[in-house]
């Protein structure tokens, strides 16, 4: 029966791939292109330029009758998106006369904003209701620190300008010194040309991959070889080929479209891990026994994740002062429910993992598979926690719930590429160690345990074959 079952999980691969071609110090040397070269994209990303562009004023604009007015500096396409910071400074006679250190104010703010063509103005939106936000005071000075109240998605006008309503009581006789934010229209030109590099690179990866599995039927494919043609289709559309009508366009999609291309790339990366550490095992992969559980789960998660998205894009189209914050039980909700697919996940991929361990790690051919995939991954996931952690921190989103704080998609260039180059890199070798092998077509079934060579021997030599499996020296293929 051990041997029957080796058999069904064994005819699974059919086209022999350069994986099972490549020697010890061919594996080793692939490895170490791989990380000399994410390396010298993270290096190439510190030279980059700023990520933002800061404009401000020396002098605040007085509050009269709990209003003022703000006109932003002149602003293109190119730089992709505009935040607005006020930092107030109260009036000596509301100065904190508290042995605090610090005090906090919750003040009222609401906008209207007006879009400026040729010096003529235009409302385009109001916040339907004020929000609140919090002001930290020092006792030493009566400077507060700077509160972010406006966002906007996209760029459709060159000029803005802001008349925000706060309190009467408290801001009469104070100044409010704005604090105009923007992409750097360096960094994305920066941006959009290492997209188009990547969009390239997996383009011709796509190419050479269809080109040298185009000779062989589909149904000769392995999981791997189906799985990483999808993938090559994915890495494009997470490299969004989309952006440059950020220069062109003046609509709200195309951020939205950005962020569900990467859900959707990063949710496929969940699937196919699923799918092959469970479809080595399996040579039958029937829907509803085989895909259903892990589409459904990971699908789950997709959702969700576009949910979010699309939710704050149309939340902030309608309102700039928007936040996350401004639903905290909602989002919670959402959080804890994402956090626990998240877990659930990663239970079941390691039980997966382990079982796959534990059944295919002394088969031929299945243990390179298995050590190969296992190692990459896991670094490339390893690198990608760390840069997680660098990028966000531990704060907590609800740290301060009365708060809108200015989110950037990088901080510097170095975070853009590492999260780009580390994704693309890691599919493209996956697809270079997946191609078929230069003698593929003539052995066609040299690769699988169960093919008509195999057959010939005797069961009891299979068996130990299959046991004793050793890498063989560097001048000989394994």
Known sequence: ???????????????????????????????IIFFVLFLLTLFVGWLSPSVVRESSVDKGAPVKDGVVALLSPEISNAEQQLWLQVQITLDSSKKPTTIEKTTYFIIPIKLKLHSVVNGTKSIINASPVAHNRTLKCTNTDNTCEPIAILHLGFIAFPQYYVELETSEILMNGSTIRPIWTTYNARFTEFELWFRFIFIMLAFLVAVYMFQSLRKYSVQDWSIEQKWIVLLLILVMLYDNPTFPLILFVNVAFIPVIDA??????????????????????????????????????????????CVILSWVAVNEMNDPSFSLSQDQEGFLVIKVFFFSLLGIYVLYLLFLVIRAYSELHNMPYFDVRLKFLTTLTFSVLFISLIAVVVRFGSKSILEDSTVMQITLRWNNGAEFLCFYSLFNFYIFTLAFVYSPSDSAMNSRYKDNPASFAMLSDSEDEIYRSGKKFVYEDDEESM
């Open 260 to 305: 569900c291309f990467t859900v959707t790339f990063l949710c496929s990366m969940l699937l196919f891990w699923l799918c092959v550490y469970h479809g080595m095992r399996r040579s039958e992969r029937h829907f509803c026994s085989f895909y259903f559980v892990k589409l459904a789960l990971v699908g789950v998660t997709w959702l969700v994740g």
């Open 1 to 31: 029966n051990e041997y029957k079952s080796y058999l069904r999980m064994a005819i699974d691969s059919y086209i022999q791939m350069k994986l099972y071609t490549l020697t010890k110090r061919q594996f080793l040397f692939l490895f």
